[in-house]
């Protein structure tokens, strides 16, 4: 289930829905997947900087978890508030 979400595919994927690419800079013509992957983690972790656990959990909740598929999405939300619940 973890492997659905933090691969490279549906990182990127969620940066460009985000329009996240619009603001990088790079010097190659195309934007490579693992650039897009680093804009996410460092979106996720500006939010956990700025406002704590709940709003970056709040993030990952509402752009991450309807990117799983149904059969994995109680699993996934299980491991989500017990990792939670350490922080």
Known sequence: ARDSLVSQEPMAALCQKLGLQNY???????IYISC???????V???IF??????PAKNFILK???PMLPNTECPS???IIIKNAAKA
């Open 49 to 54: 900087e700025d406002g704590g656990i709940t």
């Open 44 to 46: 996720i972790g500006a």
């Open 24 to 30: 990088i800079q790079d010097t190659a013509d195309e």
């Open 76 to 78: 996934m939300m299980e």
């Open 63 to 65: 752009f991450f978890l």
């Open 36 to 42: 897009l992957c680093d804009v996410i983690e460092s």
